[in-house]
Each structure stands twice: as C-alpha cells, then as structure tokens.
C-alpha cells in the first residue's frame, strides 16, 4: 500500500498551501519538500501564534513528522539557521528536520546576482523575490554549482569555489556589483557546514524506504503551476517545479509511487510579479477583495494582484498535477460583494479557448468569457461544515 499525499498550489502561489499541510501534517510521517527555496512564504496559525516559513516545510510544526528539505530543493543555510532559530525561541524541537545531501545551496552571490539581473532587465523585470533562486538553479544546470555534500569534501571545495567565481566574479562586475573572494566564500561555506552538521542525510533513500514500508509520506509543494518553469506562464515563472511531476525529479520518487494529489485553490486568484494575469480586477472590488483576505506577500510584503478565480487555468493545473482532489481557501473573503464572476474560457481575436493557451502574454488582447452568480451577505468565517453555507455560496463551488 503506498500512502503518499501530495499538496500542491494550482494557480500562481499562496493558495494556503501551509494552512492544508499543516492540518494534514499531524497525520504523516515524513514531510518533504522537493523544489524551490526560501522563496515560498507559508503561513501557519496554530493557537493564535502566527509563524511564517520561507524554508522549513510546514509540517515542521508537527515534532512526529519527520521534515526533510529534498535534492530539489535550493537551500539558504542562513535562512535555515534562522527559521530553526526562531522556532526553537518559541519552544519548538527541530531536530526533525534534515536536509539532502544532494540539494544545491543559495550563495551569497546568487543573492546578488539575482538582484542585479531584475535591475537590469528594467520594465521586463520578473519581479523575483530577490531570493537568489533562479541563480541558483541556474548553476546547478551549468553544472557549476555547490551541493550541500560539497561542503563536507575538503578536498575540492575550495576549487569548486574557485571555479564558479571565475564565472560569477566578471558577471557581477558587469552589473556593477562587488565581487566575492575565494577566502569568504569559503569560510560562509564552513558556517555552513557546521549550521548544517548532522542534519545533513540521503533523503532520496530514506522517503523511497519510507514510501515501501508502508509509512505516510506527504510531498508539500511550494509556488504553483502557473509559475512551473515549463508550463507556467514563462518566463514570469520561478525556476523550478512545483507540480505533482516535480516530485519524481525533485526527490527521486517513481511516479509508480505519487498518490492522492491535492491541490489547493483560493476562492479568487492572486499573483505576486509581473506576467499575464487575465481575470485581473484592476478596479474597486479587486482592491475590496485584497484588503479583507490581507493579500500581501508573506516573504516580500508586495502587494499581490488580484483577480476573478479562474477555471481555464485551474483546469490546466487539475490536468497536469492529475488532482485527485481539490481544496478551496478564502471563499470567506468573498462575502459581502453583489456579483462574482468566474472565467470559463477566453476569447482571443475572436477564436475562444477553454484550455489554457501556453503562449499568452500581458500583452495578448484577451477578453474573458465568464460565468456570473449571485454573492451571499453573510459573514461565514465561522461556519465549519458545506451544509450551513449560504445557498448562493454552494452554488459557486458547486460550479467549480
Ligand atoms: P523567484 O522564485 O524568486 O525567482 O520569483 C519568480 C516569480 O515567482 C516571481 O513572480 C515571484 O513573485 C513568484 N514567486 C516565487 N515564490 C512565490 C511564492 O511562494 N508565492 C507567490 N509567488 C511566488
């Protein structure tokens, strides 16, 4: 029997993926993560105490799950160091919670370089969270990058290091940006090393162990298809991916072994950075939406985007993630407001699509075909079961 849950964002990121893995994280036994960095931003409630984890998997919460940073993911140790610090402040036990000894490591010159190539695309800035990523994952395919099993062997690391600022240090000069020295790059690596000491495991072989014996493994998913670097909406997209698929590259999992997939949706649509957007509200509602559902980014503070759910995209990421099931936020968020209007397709020089057309741009003259249902004046934050929910508001996600 093969007990593996998957949760995964289906539409631009901050769906309340944290929130779902971490209701289902005290049910599991392992939590992975398999892509991105500690540009994700979940936020987790529990008691009241409010905590946001940019790195660490939101099942880390749970002290019986074991949490484990997978090969595919980009890792900032000082980020890291910091999330284990301030959960360890607040009374938290981390010593659950291991790292790949094959996941690449964030730099700091990965950090400056993503920030000076933003500057310097100017208006075709992505709007990266400044992270470092895409540097990172840049390097890693260059194959120049630094593992977190390199900081453990002596013998090449210093001529890793060398190798790649002979590469990083005339770009960053290019961009006008200070270069790093050989010497301290190094001794951040053995700050590294040490922060990093024996958390440091094969995660490959142990989910793959775990998954045989029959333990509960959840995958948690950070960011969302429409930012998936093949199948999002490029190259306004991050650089990894975080779909069900990402899973069996990024943790080295046969697809054989990736069950009840779960994606999770808001009740509207947000997007943090440039790209296309169709259902945007660039209007009255779409400020009255982002004010009531707090929609600021949890790792950045922007303002996010906000717009009508949906389903053209939405079924592109049912279709590629394979859902098995479907989980809807923030439809609280939507009470008070006359009308709600939901995308069943878009209309483009006069030709309708219904499946998500992968070569749209901000540019592209997109008229949006929706479908409109009556709103619910009720305050439904405190409801708990479908039965007590407005009429009109089963009819929506009845729709969905
Ligand atoms: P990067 O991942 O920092 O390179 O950013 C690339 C794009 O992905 C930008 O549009 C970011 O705003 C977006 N992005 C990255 N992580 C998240 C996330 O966790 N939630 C929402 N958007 C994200």
Redesign the pocket.
Known sequence: MVNTYVVV?TQ???EGKGKIIDVLGGKVDYVVRFQ??N????TVIVNGDKFILHLLPSGVLHQNAQCIIGAGVVVDVAVLKEELTALEKRGFDTGHVFVDHRAHLIMPYHIAE?IAREKARGIYK??????G??PTYMDKISRVGIRVADLFDGATLLQKIELILAEKNPLLKQFDCDVFSKEEIYAIAMQYKAILGNRVIDGTIIVNKAIDSGKKVMFEG???IM?DIDHGTYP?????SPTAGGICAGVGVSPAKIKNILGVSKAYTT?????VFPTELDNEIGNRIGEVGYEF????G?K?RIGWLDLVALKYAAMINGLDYLVITKIDVLSKIEFLDIAIGYEIEGVTYEDYPSWINQQTNIKVLYKRFNGWDEDITSIRTYDALPENAKTYLEFI
Do not use: P
């Open positions: 964002g631009w990121g901050d991105g960095g540009n994700a931003g979940h993503d992505i709007g990266t969270t400044k992270r990523i895409g950070a960011q969302a930012l306004y997209v991050t650089s990894s997007r943090v950075g440039e790209g980014g949890a790792t950045t922007r996010r």
